[in-house]
T-cell receptor
Framework: EADIYQTPRYLVIGTGKKITLECSQT?????MYWYQQDPGMELHLIHY???????EKGDLSSESTVSRIRTEHFPLTLESARPSHTSQYLC???????????FGQGTRLTVV | GIQVEQSPPDLILQEGANSTLRCNFS?????LQWFHQNPWGQLINLFY???GTKQNGRLSATTVATERYSLLYISSSQTTDSGVYFC????????????FGKGTKLSVKP
């Protein structure tokens, strides 16, 4: 059973606040990803990780940062949220062989 | 870089109709997947199909890797099939990352 969890599901915060979006997987996957998606639009890769202590920026520039201290955990942080960060954030994972990817339920972020 | 193109971008069907969604990719792509994004935004895995044909109920998919395309068939469509369908693939290697198409937005009318 594929298990990858994101919290919170929905978040409304004020401009300037610091937030962390959580993503955890129980499949032992080495690779993890964060995608940003506006409603009904394409997914843009913003961060990825090959394993512990590995993080890389994706194709879409993002003001967020990520960390990978444990295999199962890949949190995303915004130091100072702005209305332009309003979007859905999707976390995914695959194993090293890049087989089937699984996604969390997503976090819908609104910055007011 | 690798480009993944999906067609059609939008599709409206009457309940019970059949449809075919297409995914073309610009270079050799591994690990082709199809996803359905439900109204709550979650991406649901439909098929992991690097090559060949698979079927799951009313849905089936075919990937012809040598010709760089994949097809998703939906038969006897239902209103619950509505949503956005994405295909995605990676270009291989330990550092390959999933590249997504822009999606096909499907609306099934009762």
């Amino acid at each position: 059973e594929a298990d990858i969890y994101q919290t919170p599901r929905y978040l409304v915060i004020g401009t300037g606040k610091k937030i962390t979006l959580e993503c955890s997987q129980t499949m032992g996957h080495d690779k993890m990803y964060w995608y940003q998606q506006d409603p009904g639009m394409e997914l843009h890769l913003i961060h990825y990780s090959y394993g512990v202590n590995s993080t890389e920026k994706g194709d879409l520039s993002s003001e967020s940062t990520v960390s990978r201290i444990r295999t199962e955990h890949f949190p995303l942080t915004l130091e100072s949220a702005r209305p332009s960060h309003t979007s859905q954030y999707l976390c995914a994972s695959t194993d090293t062989r890049n087989t089937e990817a699984f996604f969390g339920q997503g976090t819908r972020l609104t910055v007011v | 870089g690798i480009q993944v193109e999906q067609s059609p971008p939008d599709l409206i069907l009457q309940e019970g109709a059949n449809s075919t969604l297409r995914c073309n990719f610009s270079d050799s792509v591994n690990n082709l997947q199809w996803f359905h994004q439900n109204p709550w935004g979650q991406l649901i895995n439909l098929f992991y199909i690097p090559s060949g044909t698979k079927q799951n109920g009313r849905l089936s998919a075919t990937t012809v890797a040598t010709e760089r395309y994949s097809l998703l068939y939906i038969s006897s469509s239902q209103t619950t099939d509505s949503g956005v369908y994405f295909c995605a693939g990676d270009y291989g290697g330990s550092q390959g990352n999933l590249i997504f198409g822009k999606g096909t937005k499907l609306s099934v009318k009762p």
